[in-house]
Nanobody
Framework: QVQLVESGGGLVQAGGSLRLSCAASGRTFSSSGMGWFRQAPGKEREFVAA????????YYADSVKGRFTISRGNAKNTVYLQMNSLKPDDTAVYYC????????????WGQGTQVTVSS
């Protein structure tokens, strides 16, 4: 059994910053990549950022490029999302995901952490 646990969400004013963390626990596994997704009320879940664990290559949605930074932690299967210059449109539940074999195909998902950006 694998659990992904997100933390770091909260309420912040527009222009502020938050740092999300995601750590895996349970059965030992090696992920090929990890990513962040978000889902706003009434909208579909959307891709935010991803990182290839082997070489640190990163990928971002156009809507967050230049504002968000995804990074690997020192612990295995740990990933962070630094979010700067937050906008009200960034308000959503943020989910962490892990891909075992191919980045983009995620086998494990966290429960999500709420990020609310006030104007």
């Amino acid at each position: 059994q694998v659990q992904l646990v997100e933390s770091g969400g909260g309420l912040v004013q527009a222009g502020g910053s938050l740092r999300l963390s995601c750590a895996a626990s349970g059965r030992t596994f090696s992920s090929s990549g990890m990513g962040w997704f978000r889902q706003a009320p009434g909208k579909e879940r959307e891709f935010v950022a991803a990182i290839r664990m082997s070489d640190g290559t990163t990928y971002y949605a156009d809507s967050v490029k230049g504002r968000f930074t995804i990074s690997r932690g020192n612990a295995k299967n740990t990933v962070y999302l630094q979010m700067n210059s937050l906008k009200p449109d960034d308000t959503a539940v943020y989910y962490c995901a892990a891909a075992l074999y191919e980045l983009g195909s995620y086998e494990y998902w966290g429960q999500g952490t709420q990020v609310t950006v006030s104007s």
